[in-house]
């Protein structure tokens, strides 16, 4: 029985401070399984993936129901996940 | 805190810096000694501005947010900051200069003020690479973007 490879794309995650994480994701899986992976590898286990947000190119990314394909990432891509609040003093 | 020190923070931090500021969209930084200037736009202008990171005693202390005129960088304060209609702003005195500052760690002004001084904070709240992200977060997500001068 035939099996299809499936394609697995590098991408850079990227937190507030600089640190990155870098892991394999599929380039057809939503945007939220992303920002779900990169949340727990960038802020730990504990993190609650709604209280941050996911930056591509510099812009927030509202809609995380899309795939990395169709949010214009490709293989080696890098996005910058921060939390949605900061503290104000 | 001896400035071939600082330097060799810089150093150290500079190329994790740039990255963020290149997928933040921020412009260039261009560095001259322990003073680091930054070109940006905030969210829906054109209007260029010149972000200014004063980094003596870094990272012992954080750097100081300033703004510059991107015409006369010796121009500085609060005429040559954008005015972000939700951004959480305050003053204060360094000297006898009196700084506008955003009311979130990561910067020196944040971090001077008497209402914050007694606060603890990880030096990596001040990394330059995080003080990069603050500076994007006050353009984009800190309007609307109501001109310029605070």
């Known amino acids: ?89 | 805190m001896d400035t071939e020190l600082v330097l060799a923070v810089i150093d150290r931090d500079w190329q994790v810096f740039i990255a963020q500021a290149a997928r933040l969209g921020l412009g260039a930084p261009r560095r001259t000694g322990v003073e680091i200037g930054i070109p940006v736009r905030p969210a829906g202008t054109g209007e260029d501005y010149l972000a200014i990171l004063e980094c003596d005693g870094y990272d012992v202390a954080a750097p100081l947010l300033d703004f510059a005129n991107p015409e006369h960088p010796d121009q500085r304060g609060g005429p040559c900051w954008p005015r972000m209609g939700s951004a959480p702003m305050n003053q204060i005195t360094i000297g006898n200069r009196s700084v506008p500052i955003i009311c979130t760690p990561g910067t020196r002004g944040y971090h001077l003020h008497i209402s914050h001084v007694h606060e603890a904070h990880p030096r990596t709240t001040w990394r330059l690479s995080a003080v990069a992200t603050l500076l994007h977060r006050f353009l984009t997500q800190m309007g609307p973007y109501q001109g310029r001068g605070v």
């Open chain 1, 1 to 89: 029985m035939a099996t299809i490879a499936q394609e697995l794309w590098t991408i850079v995650a990227v937190a507030g401070d600089g640190d990155e994480a870098r892991f394999e994701d599929n380039p057809h899986s939503p945007l939220r399984h992303l920002l779900d992976q990169a949340v727990r590898r960038l802020y730990g286990q504990a993190a609650n993936p709604s209280d941050y947000e996911m930056l591509i190119a510099g812009t927030v990314q509202t809609d995380l129901e899309i795939s990395l394909q169709q949010a214009g990432l490709r293989n080696g891509a890098e996005v910058v996940v921060q939390p949605r609040d900061v503290s104000k003093g």
